[in-house]
Structure formats: C-alpha cells, structure tokens
C-alpha cells in the first residue's frame, strides 16, 4: 500500500515515489490546531454528527413523555409474560412468549435456543426490547435529517444488544470452548487483541494472503495499454477467434478497487464479456494520496473516461464505443455521455449502467452520512490529510449491513475463536481505497446535497449537463437488495435519461448484483420502453420475471450493439504501448 507521506509520480516506465519531508510536521501542526478548535474537535468526536439528532429526539420526549412512558409499561408487562413462559419451558413445558420470533434466523440455529428456558428468555427480551424501541422511536417527532440518523441508530443498538453476539449468552460459544478444551476462548482472544490493535477494534472479515489480486483475482488476461496520474487502462486479451467492431469499455468506481468487475475465474463480468466476442478495456482509478488532495471530478472526467475513450479508439480504430459502468462509475459514464453530448460528439454508442444514483432524492441507508453537518465536517477531516481514509469508508459500509459484515464476525473470529472463512467479496471489500478530499466533498454536495445532475445545474469540465441529452440506448440494471443505490431510486434516476432505456431488476444486492454469473438462484425483472412508468411500483407490477441471471439478459443486448465481427485488434498501438501486465501496478497501491 502506498504512503500517505509519499508522492507518486508517473514516469514513461512507470509509478515511482518520493518522499515528501514536510507533509509529516504539516500533519502535526494541524493535529495540534485541531485540538484547540471546537468545530475541528466535533469533527473528529461525532463525524456523523449523532449528536444532534440525539439531543433533537431527547427534547421531543420531555416535551412528550407519554409515547416513553406506554412504552416502558408495554414492555415491563410483556418482559414479565417472557418470564413466566421461559420458566414454564424450565418445568418441561412448551410455554409461547409474548415475542414473534423468525422462523428463519441462522444466527439462532442452535437448538438451545429453543430447548434452554434461559437462552429462551433472552431471546424474547432482546426482540421485546427491539420492538418497543422501534415504535418509540417511531412516535417521536424529528426532522427528516434527525430521523434517518435515530434510525439508524436504532438499528444498530438493536444488532449490537442480540444475545448472539455475547459470551455471556451465547451456548454455541460454551459448546465450542467445551470440545476444544478451552483452545477457542484463547484463538477468541488472541483475535480480539490482533483486531484491536490491527484493525481499530473491528474484527477481521478475511485473512491476508489468502487471494492475490493478479492471480485469484483481477486474474482475466490483459495488458495495461496506458497510464496517467489518476488511472491505468487496461486492454483485455481476445479469448474468441473473431469479436465485436464495437468495443466496451468499463468504468468502475474508484471508490473501491476495479476488480470487482474483473473478481476471479467465473465470477467476472469483464471474462464473461470477453468470452462473448467482445474487445473490454476497463478503467483502474490509482489509491490517492495528499498530493491529489486537489482533484475534483471534473478532472476524473478528463482523465478518466474521457481519456480512456481516446485510447480505445486509438487502438481499436473504432468510431463508437460501449460503456458499461458501475455505481459511481456510472454516475461519471452518465455524466459523461451527457458532457459529450453537450458538445455535439455522438462517439458513445450504448451505455450500460449497474446499481447507479442519478436522482440522489432518496439515498437510502447513505442518507445517515450525506446531510449537510455530517458533509460539513467530513470537508474539515480531509483537509487535515488531503483524503478521506480507506478505513473510513470501509466502516461506512460494513455498518451499513452490521449484521453480515461486523457481529457476524465479532461471533465467529471472537467467541468461537475461528479465522474467517475465505471468500472472494470480502477480500476484495477489504482492499478500500482512499478518496481525494476536493473530488469527495464535491461529489457529496454535487450529489447528495443538491442532486444537481437530474435537475441540470451540474457543471464539469466546463459544460451544463443535460442527461435529457443523452440519447444512447441504455440498459439499467439494479438490485432488489441494494442498500447503497435502492432499485427504487435508480428507477427514477434513468427517468431522466433520453433515450430508450431497458431496466432490469436483480434479485441480488449491491455487489452481488455486478458478481452475477448463471446460477440456479439467479432471477430479474425486466421491463423496456421510450416511455417507463413514472412510479418504480407501477413498472414491478408489470415486469415480466426471468429465471436466469441479469448478465444472460445484457449479453444479447449488448450484442446487437456491439457491430459485426470481425479479426480482434492488437493488445495497444504504436502510440500507446504495452506498459505491463494486468492488473498493473496502481491496483497494487504502487
């Protein structure tokens, strides 16, 4: 990984570093400032400013008491009737708690919870709590901002309080450390010291070494065929005798690693492309650091796919080209075919857009983290460090889905003293990536403060951008599950785009929504028009269901604009070289 104290600079051989003696005593002297100003203290204290919204639903339960006190007689009455049913379960009876419990909890497999009246109780406490606490918080007033954040809160506290992730109240921890000898308590709190002192206190997810990105992932065959100081393209090898005249060019996030499009043999969309006769190049964005602290989108624009088309055109010879684009990739692809259009050039040819905001009205979960004090102080952590922290958004995420990607894992590396099994998507949700801080705070307001780029106002490399101008074909597919890009807000996103537009529904989520091969599980929803539904539901209630994955509905798609067949073109040109072998060096942290 690279050094936030190191500068890189791009060389006609490649990356190499310097390093910068002064960004050290700068760092230190803002570190002291910081902790003489109060706003800079608040920032660092509550970055997500909980705060606030704390105080707000404290003084609407003074000033309304009575939704706290129903709730507090409610839940007394209801804990005494889980006492009185888990003691009759003690005496041998099949007494029923107050408590629906799921049917379906894999948290809560184990038999004991069922058969042992005092695993039985907590578990009826703990969803009595949750369910009162819920409806508290639903009866007190708040401010929308208030209300997501207390949400969310709520949430949490809910996930953190379930007597499974407790070693007090946990019996398949007491089994464990029984059959082991006592082995797993010690394995448990080796891993709890190793993840505090290596991981900020938040348990591992995977184990370093087990996947090596050029080999088990990012492993499809290709050559980096350009370089600039935010990117490197990469041009993939012909794996059919004859491809597309069209090519395809794919545009990550650079919020994460690329490879996620390109994850491990069977499970990458860029293999399945090229497999299909398709020439792919893809995007990927360099780790920044401070010297990038001054980037802003309208330079991603330029030097990301903007200069990528020229490349590709270069060496392919091609007049038009196809993006496929991923999130907030999609969001630059979108923006981008709305600057190109702005300016009379039509070199876009189709563009596919996976799990992507364009309307930011209804963010989601990432509401909790976008209003405007939580973006204010986040402006205020960056220029401390010229970046927002990979660890950050990595946390970000991870509390977003606690139970999966945190007390999953507080469960099984903690309590039961295991190493977390391998798995490809959290080796590559492990490998974070920073954000520079002017391109970070300007995609936040841009975005999620003032959704400039639907209603027309957002402005980049100097053009208005218009997505009513962008014309092209587009296939928009999202996910049921998403909870970074909700299906119902990218549904009203491609509303505003211009041209005929084929929207499908997975039934994955956010990443597994791009990591989607043919599997006996997969299934969508399609539905295709110049005129869709203006209501999401409306077009559910119509679409027609699929039992195949949303990568067998594009691939023809996205042949029949893709041109006829032809001899595949050369791995770079004259004019842009091989540089190395994918996955190159920046996905590397070099």
């Not at 005593?25 to 509550?46: H, K, N, S, Y």
């Not at 935010?230 to 005798?241: H, K, N, S």
């Not at 975005?447 to 997505?467: H, I, P, S």
């Amino acid at each position: 990984m690279s050094n936030p104290h190191e500068e890189l600079i791009v060389t006609p051989t490649g990356p190499t570093r310097t390093v910068d003696p002064g960004a050290v005593a700068r760092r230190a002297l803002t570190e002291v400032r910081d902790l003489l100003d109060p706003e800079a203290l608040a920032a660092r204290v509550d970055p997500v400013a909980f705060g606030g919204a704390l105080r707000e639903a404290a003084r609407a339960l003074v000033a309304s008491p009575g939704p706290a006190v129903r709730s507090a007689v409610g839940l007394t009455a209801d804990a005494s009737r889980a006492t009185l049913a888990a003691f009759s379960r003690g005496l041998g009876g099949h007494g029923e708690g107050p408590a629906p419990l799921p049917e379906k909890d894999r948290r809560y497999a184990d038999p004991a919870w069922e058969g042992n009246a005092y695993y039985y109780l907590l578990r009826q406490q703990h969803a009595l709590f949750a369910e009162h606490l819920r409806a508290l918080s639903a009866d007190v007033e708040l401010s929308p901002t208030s209300r997501r954040k207390i949400d969310f809160l709520v949430g949490q506290v809910v996930e953190a309080t379930s007597p499974v992730n407790w070693p007090w109240s946990n019996p398949t921890m007491l089994k464990k450390a029984l059959e082991t000898g006592g082995h797993s308590l010690l394995r448990g709190a080796r891993n709890v010291l190793r993840d505090t002192v290596g991981s900020a206190g938040m348990p591992r997810q995977t184990t370093p070494g087990e996947f090596e990105v050029g080999r088990d992932l990012a492993a499809t065959p290709g050559s980096v065929v350009y370089r600039n100081r935010l990117v490197e393209l990469i041009q993939y090898a012909p794996q059919t005798e004859r491809v597309h005249e069209i090519p395809l060019l794919l545009s990550p996030p650079w919020i994460n690693k690329y490879y996620i499009m390109d994850l491990a043999p069977g499970k990458s969309l860029v293999e399945w492309a090229v497999q299909h006769g398709h020439t792919v190049f893809v995007l990927s964005y360099r780790d920044p650091d401070e010297s990038l602290r001054d980037v802003t989108m309208s330079d991603y624009l330029r030097e990301g796919p903007l200069a990528a088309l020229d490349v590709v055109q270069e060496i392919t010879g091609a007049e038009k080209v196809n993006v496929a684009a991923l999130c907030l990739g999609g969001t630059l692809a979108a923006a981008t075919a709305a600057w190109l259009a702005a300016r009379g050039d039509d070199r876009i040819n189709s563009i596919t857009l996976m799990n992507t905001l364009l309307d930011f009205t209804e963010p989601g979960m990432l509401g909790v983290f976008t209003d405007e004090t939580t973006v204010a102080r986040l402006e205020r952590s960056m220029r401390r460090t010229g970046y927002l922290p990979a660890s950050s958004m990595k946390t970000t995420f991870d509390l977003l889905r606690a139970t999966d990607l945190v007390w999953n894992y507080v469960i099984n590396d903690w309590l039961l003293g295991e190493e977390p099994a391998a798995f490809d998507m959290l080796a590559w949700n492990a490998d974070s990536t920073r954000m520079p801080a002017a391109m970070q705070a300007e995609y936040l307001r841009s975005c999620y403060l003032e959704n400039r780029l639907v209603e027309g106002k957002m402005e980049l490399a100097g053009e208005r951008l218009d997505l009513g101008a962008v014309t092209q074909d587009a296939y928009v597919v999202s996910a049921e599950a998403d909870h970074i890009a909700p299906w119902r807000s990218v549904y009203s996103g491609l509303r505003h785009l211009g041209g005929t537009v084929r929207f499908v529904l997975s039934n994955s989520g956010h990443i597994a929504g791009v990591v989607n091969p043919p599997s006996p599980k997969s299934r969508h929803w399609f539905g295709e028009g110049a005129e869709l539904p203006a209501r999401a539901d409306d077009w559910r209630e119509d679409a027609g269901e699929h039992r195949a994955s949303w990568w067998e509905d594009w691939t023809p798609w996205i042949a029949e604009r893709a041109g006829e067949q032809q001899e595949p073109p050369r791995i770079g040109s004259d004019a842009h070289p091989v540089l190395g072998a994918a996955p190159g060096t920046y996905v590397l942290g070099e």
